[in-house]
């Protein structure tokens, strides 16, 4: 492991704000902290924050009531205004490629070079062809900015940005392992994107995010029933009408068409996830995919894997961010980091984060 103490984990997605701290300790993952506060409805769309000030206040009751000293921090990205480019570059050297990513980059960013920030890192050198492959990403500097603002408004001091789908590969590795010869399908499903990132052997092929999420799934429950978004949010997650008016009763049932609606949704996501994948498997010479592996809040939706299991044929798993990370059971029983597990993939791959990197 690098040196330099674990940065914080922060997580600030569309419905929650995730927060995740570790600490490294003989060479062993220790879980110090993990706790969310939800967000309400359009607080952030297409990953701009619309209400700063509700983003901001939501970090500060984490770091409150975990009694956090502020402290350095590590963040991602995710959405339309993030470009993920895999690029094939003439053999260079590091200071020579720092030199030239500029140059580099505006042959493949839609955007004003100006108007972002520019991110690489050199996955494989082909010593023997004269070239290397490397991954560019860039995200609007408008955008970042907000992100660090809403941070350093509480007092955090962000060192590190990262983008959702390497975080979570970040935390997947960590956890079970890269196999040389395998091909993972890393799918972090959320409230309002769903990011994929196709890895073979440890090295990233493929990135796309999809502009869907478990907000479609909610607001198509919340029309045809007419109900509250709080009520369809509740339904979606296997909720009865009881828990959705906050009566503690049993015997109700959720409404059959809830099932229906989420059925549809599922079809029609797990219909997207395909199309990229089959557009992938025109770009790569060796595109069979070996597994699924999710995380994200949606994918804590059981019907939703099996459609997408049952669309690509191949075995979707959802992931467990703790799986490897040693926890305290007299802080943390079993039950809760289970339920934890879903939306906790992004916040352990930016806990990972260390505060001398990059």
């Not at 706790?35 to 939501?58: C, F, H, Q, R």
């Not at 480019?85 to 260079?92: A, E, H, Y």
């Not at 092929?205 to 029309?223: C, H, M, Y």
């Not at 029983?333 to 939306?343: T, V």
Request: charged share 25%; with cysteine; aromatic share 6%.
């Amino acid at each position: 492991m690098a040196k330099g103490k674990n940065c914080l984990g922060l997580d600030i997605g569309s419905s929650s704000v995730k927060l995740c701290e570790l600490r490294s300790r003989r060479d062993t993952l220790h879980l110090e902290t993990f706790d969310y506060v939800s967000l309400a409805p359009e607080t952030i769309v297409d990953g701009e924050l619309m209400n700063a000030t509700e983003v901001s206040e939501a970090i500060d009751t984490l770091l409150g009531r975990n009694k956090i000293r502020r402290e350095q921090t590590a963040l991602s990205v995710s959405g339309n205004t993030v470009i993920i480019k895999k690029i094939t570059l003439p053999m260079m050297t590091d200071e020579e490629l720092e030199e030239s990513i500029q140059w580099e980059a505006e042959q493949f960013i839609p955007f004003d070079i100006e108007d972002v920030f520019i991110g690489f890192e050199v996955l494989n050198r082909r010593n023997d062809q004269g070239q290397m492959d490397v991954v560019l990403v860039a995200a609007k500097k408008e955008m970042i900015n907000d992100y660090v603002g809403v941070c350093h408004r509480v007092g955090l001091k962000p060192v590190v940005v990262d983008v959702d789908s390497f975080a979570v590969q970040n935390m997947y590795e960590v956890n079970y392992g890269f196999m040389p010869d395998e091909t993972v399908n890393l799918l972090d499903m959320g409230s309002s994107v769903i990011s994929m990132n196709v890895v073979r052997g440890g090295v990233t092929n493929f990135t796309r995010d999809l502009s869907t999420g478990g907000a479609d799934i909610t607001e198509e429950i919340q029309r045809q029933l007419n109900i509250t978004y709080r009520e369809a949010e509740i339904y979606k997650m296997g909720g009865t009408p009881a828990e959705a008016r906050g009566e503690d009763l049993e015997g109700e049932v959720v409404p059959g068409e809830v099932e229906q609606i989420i059925q549809q949704k599922a079809r029609e996501m797990a219909d997207e996830i395909q199309e990229s994948l089959n557009f992938y498997a025109t770009t790569a010479a060796d595109s069979q995919v070996d597994r699924i592996v999710v995380t994200g809040g949606t994918a804590a939706i059981p019907s939703l894997r099996r459609t997408v299991q049952s669309t690509s044929g191949v075995d979707v798993e959802l992931a467990n961010p703790f799986r490897k990370i040693e926890t305290d059971t007299s802080e943390f029983s079993p039950d809760q980091l289970e339920e934890w597990a879903p939306i906790a993939g992004v916040a352990v791959g930016l806990a990972l984060r260390r505060t001398n990197e990059k």
